[in-house]
């Protein structure tokens, strides 16, 4: 069974600092993309990258990329709305949908 | 832009059977590209995902819920559906509908509905 594991837990930046967020899978599926997610506090979450690319709306100071099994969310130039939670999500062998535990993006 | 909006008890009592709906509108749940989900997330806690439907009727669900749980699609009412019986305290999460593009990710999400299992 693959596990996501997303560090920091938390991460305190100010606005206009960089962020990166990370995402570890236990295991590679070749045939599975990761996707990255948004939440704000009484929202649903929103997509934000799906198969390395950026869902419609999303800004391009926020990018991603991967190395084997690690997996990186960057946020350039803070800016007040990007402080939320943010999730990675990858499907397993059997197709099932798995979700990292989430980062907190705080203010400093 | 296809939305979705749940819609069901917020209340459900120890024991019986949870039951939630999807309705999709500016869209149409009969398109081949998409699988239909249902996701929860209990208060100020992660993501669990419970399965999907395809407008075929085809279902997956996660194996931790696989027992109690069952999804069916109205295509007439471009709907979908979830059922989940049994219910504990450890069901009360807010629920969410959302479209997926199968393999790829979940876009996009209803509001989500909250449900508390409580007597």
Redesign the interface.
């Known amino acids: 069974e693959i596990v996501l594991t997303q560090s920091p837990g938390t991460l305190s930046l100010s606005p206009g600092e960089r962020a990166t967020l990370s995402c570890r899978a236990s295991q590679s599926l070749s045939?599975?993309?990761l996707?990255w997610?948004q939440q704000k506090p009484g929202?649903?979450?929103?997509?934000l990258y799906?198969?390395s690319r950026r869902?419609t709306g999303i800004p391009d100071r926020i990018s991603v990329s991967e190395s084997g099994t690690d997996f990186t969310l960057t946020i350039n130039r803070l800016e007040p709305e990007d402080f939320a939670v943010y999730?990675c999500?990858q499907?397993d062998s059997?197709?099932?949908?798995?979700?990292?535990?989430?980062t907190r993006l705080e203010i400093k | 832009q296809v939305q979705l909006q749940e819609s069901g008890p917020g209340l459900v009592k120890p024991s019986q059977t949870l039951s939630l709906t999807c309705t999709v509108s500016d869209g149409s749940i009969n398109t081949g590209t998409y699988y239909w989900s249902w996701i929860r997330q209990p208060a100020g806690r992660g993501l669990e995902w419970i399965g999907r439907i395809y407008n075929s009727g085809r279902t997956n669900y996660n194996p931790s819920l696989k027992s109690r749980v069952t999804i069916s699609v109205d295509t007439s009412k471009n709907q979908f559906s979830l059922r989940l019986g049994s219910v504990t305290a450890a069901d009360t999460a807010v629920y969410y509908c959302a479209r997926e593009y199968y393999y790829v990710g979940l876009d996009p999400w209803g509001q989500g509905t909250l449900v508390t299992v409580s007597s």
């Open positions: 045939n599975s993309y996707a997610y929202q649903a979450p929103r997509l799906a198969a869902a999730y999500q499907y059997s197709s099932s949908i798995i979700f990292g535990q989430g």
